[in-house]
Nanobody, 122 residues
Framework: QVQLVESGGGLVQPGGSLRLSCAAS????????MGWYRQAPPGNQRELVA????????NYAYSVKGRFTISRDNAKNTMYLQMNNLKPEDTAVYYC???????????????WGQGTQVTVSS
């Protein structure tokens, strides 16, 4: 089992910034991909915001390109999402997701964090 703890959400005005963190612990083999998803409103499908491989390859949703930056510290099993120039439409619950590979070349199990609320409003 892998446990994920997210932090850094909150209320921010449009144009402001927030930094989310996701720390993984437990039975970690290889955290091949770490990613952020968001869901708004509750019940809607979660959408990918960004993900990053353990080799540093990144992918972003079109809506956040140029505003959000994903990064990770492999030594600390921690991932970050720097969110700048936030817009009201970024309001959502943000979830951390990781793929833990026991065998490097085979797909691993995915784990989800509990979610952290980001609200962008004046």
């Amino acid at each position: 089992q892998v446990q994920l703890v997210e932090s850094g959400g909150g209320l921010v005005q449009p144009g402001g910034s927030l930094r989310l963190s996701c720390a993984a612990s437990g039975s970690i083999f290889r955290l091949y991909i770490m990613g952020w998803y968001r869901q708004a409103p509750p019940g809607n499908q979660r959408e990918l915001v960004a993900h990053i491989t353990d080799g540093g390859i990144t992918n972003y949703a079109y809506s956040v390109k140029g505003r959000f930056t994903i990064s990770r510290d492999n030594a600390k099993n921690t991932m970050y999402l720097q969110m700048n120039n936030l817009k009201p439409e970024d309001t959502a619950v943000y979830y951390c997701n990781v793929e833990n590979r026991a065998v490097p070349v085979l797909p691993g199990r995915h784990y989800w964090g509990q979610g952290t609320q980001v609200t962008v409003s004046s």
